[in-house]
């Protein structure tokens, strides 16, 4: 069976859209939760000047098939595996990965797939009880029950994205929110209960990242997780950065600070490309 195809690639969790743009060296693009690659904006355009962008939809998300069923946090990190492999990315790729792409990434950089990993607002602890019952579990069963209603649409976006970000930037927002709207309702809910409700704290994989790493924090997050415990986080990462970029939800910055990101991550890769350059002469 042929397995890639211009915009979908085969996995054990369905086939998966990807667009790619731009040559040079392969980054790969994963998005938040709830959304999907038209998230990053003008950001994957912008990569791609100097580098091969693969902005990937996770499983359920955007233009990916949907998964109707509960899925694990292993089950998706073997997808995107085989992702790279059916796009021939054989070799090691930097990855940018947004609140979920961060989680998805920070599992890969433990292994030996990445080159470099930057997150955007990931935060590594899961929900504590008081969270799971007072946020994660009321957003998913009011979704099960009502789909994207307007107040489910309000909590979740003001908590994202911040009302200062919808109001900077109204049509990215409103092509952001579409993505949750549109999403396949089924599969969405799985995806919400098995990401949310099932995902568990990573603090004990983050000594064992192989590769430079950059943090991105949001300043004002409203789910807490702040400079402070980015700087925390990355004090257990053998080589890791942290850059504090504006915003009050996972995805503000990719709205209201986006020329900080892109010249973060640019000089980031930049950097790291240089430095393996020096030890190969």
Not at 46 to 66: M, Q, W
Not at 117 to 127: A, D, E, K, M, S
Request: glycine share 8%; hydrophobic share 40%; proline share 5%.
């Amino acid at each position: 069976m042929n397995t890639f195809s211009p915009n979908l690639v085969s996995t054990d969790l369905g086939r998966l859209h990807v667009r790619r743009s731009g040559t040079g060296p392969p980054v790969v693009l994963w998005h938040s939760l709830f959304v999907d690659s038209r998230s990053w904006g003008s950001l994957a355009d912008d990569l791609a000047r100097d580098h091969t962008v693969y902005s990937i939809d996770g499983p359920s998300h955007g233009k990916s098939e949907a998964v109707r069923r509960d899925f694990t946090f292993a089950e998706l990190v073997v997808a995107a595996e085989q992702a790279l492999d059916r796009l021939g990315l054989t070799e090691p790729v930097d990855w940018v990965g947004n609140a979920w792409g961060g989680h998805v990434g920070i599992r890969l950089a433990t292994g030996s797939r990445l080159r470099t990993l930057t997150t955007i607002g990931t935060p590594v602890q899961g929900f504590n009880l008081r969270e799971k019952f007072t946020m994660a579990w009321p957003l998913v069963e009011i979704y099960r029950f009502t789909g994207p209603s307007g107040f489910i649409m309000t909590q979740l976006f003001d908590s994202l994205l911040g009302r200062e970000s919808i109001a900077a930037q109204p049509e990215l927002a409103e092509t952001i929110m579409a993505s949750f709207r549109d999403a396949d309702r089924k599969a969405m809910f799985h995806a919400m209960r098995s990401m949310m409700l099932k995902r568990t704290g990573i603090e004990d994989l983050l000594p064992s990242i192989k590769v430079p790493t950059l943090v991105m924090s949001v300043r004002d997050d409203v789910t807490g997780w702040r400079p402070d415990e980015a700087r925390r986080t990355c004090a257990v990462i053998p080589n890791c950065r942290v850059e504090e970029v504006a915003g009050t939800g996972h995805m503000s910055p990719l709205l209201i600070d986006r020329e900080l990101v892109l010249r973060s991550i640019t000089e980031f890769l930049d950097r790291e490309m240089e430095f393996q350059q020096r030890k190969c002469d």
